[in-house]
């Protein structure tokens, strides 16, 4: 009897080490492997959300959207949002928006900033904004230059290049109101709404 209780107890602990050393062995829990997953978004993924956010047609979208790619890639996230401003020779503009992230994370943002320039009228637009680059999402909380007279213009959307510190952000727009030349400045992002721009 007390051999067959050594000879039970003896197997179920090798059972039980084979069972340990299998769950220690998994390369990845599932968690794990969602955070390694690929950060970047496919172009079809980037057309959609273009056009439902900028109520642009696809066709509209896609033009826009296969440039980018072709130049800058696959983002590794993007801003939806909206933008209002005003200049003469000086102005200023303030938006709103959210930055998506392709683990599905998602943060409020803010961006404000001064403009100089050959620049007169207002305008309100919603912004969609690709970024590239951004390994950690509270690395958007910084000055991101800008130069709007470099901006191009494809199926009645305006897009523009700001970069800083190796992240690039490629804002789309398309909006109303009068906004007749060029200009230079910045944009400042933030965590909470800034009434100076500066």
Same mark, same amino acid.
């Given at each position: 009897?007390?051999?067959?209780?050594?000879?039970?107890?003896?197997?179920? *602990?090798?059972?039980?080490?084979?069972?340990? #050393?299998? @769950?220690?062995?998994?390369?990845?829990?599932?968690?794990?492997?969602?955070?390694?997953?690929?950060?970047?978004?496919?172009?079809?993924?980037?057309?959609?959300?273009?056009?439902?956010?900028?109520?642009?047609?696809?066709?509209?979208?896609?033009?826009?959207?296969?440039? *980018?790619?072709?130049?800058?890639?696959?983002?590794? #996230?993007?801003?939806?949002?909206?933008?209002?401003? #005003?200049?003469?020779? @000086?102005?200023?503009?303030?938006?709103?928006?959210?930055?998506?992230?392709k683990d599905g994370s998602s943060i409020p943002v803010f961006w404000q900033g001064p403009t100089i320039g050959w620049d007169a009228g207002g305008d309100a637009s919603k912004v969609f904004t690709l970024v590239y680059n951004l390994d950690d999402p509270n690395y958007i909380f910084q000055?991101?230059?800008?130069?709007? #007279?470099? @901006?191009?213009?494809?199926?009645?959307?305006?897009?523009?290049?700001?970069?800083?510190?190796?992240?690039?952000?490629?804002?789309?727009?398309?909006?109303?109101? *009068?906004?007749?030349?060029?200009?230079?400045?910045?944009?400042?992002?933030?965590?909470?709404?800034?009434?100076?721009?500066?």
């Amino acid at each position: 009897m007390l051999k067959f209780a050594t000879s039970s107890l003896t197997a179920i *602990l090798l059972a039980s080490a084979m069972l340990s #050393g299998c @769950a220690t062995n998994d390369p990845q829990t599932p968690r794990q492997q969602a955070q390694n997953a690929k950060t970047d978004f496919e172009q079809s993924d980037v057309v959609q959300a273009v056009s439902t956010h900028l109520g642009v047609t696809s066709e509209s979208a896609a033009s826009v959207v296969e440039r *980018l790619f072709r130049e800058q890639g696959r983002p590794d #996230g993007y801003i939806t949002g909206e933008e209002g401003g #005003g200049a003469l020779v @000086a102005g200023l503009f303030w938006g709103k928006g959210t930055l998506w992230m392709k683990d599905g994370s998602s943060i409020p943002v803010f961006w404000q900033g001064p403009t100089i320039g050959w620049d007169a009228g207002g305008d309100a637009s919603k912004v969609f904004t690709l970024v590239y680059n951004l390994d950690d999402p509270n690395y958007i909380f910084q000055r991101f230059p800008k130069a709007e #007279g470099s @901006a191009f213009l494809i199926a009645g959307m305006g897009v523009n290049y700001q970069r800083a510190n190796g992240i690039t952000l490629a804002p789309i727009r398309s909006g109303i109101g *009068l906004r007749l030349g060029a200009n230079v400045g910045y944009s400042s992002y933030s965590r909470k709404r800034q009434m100076l721009p500066f």
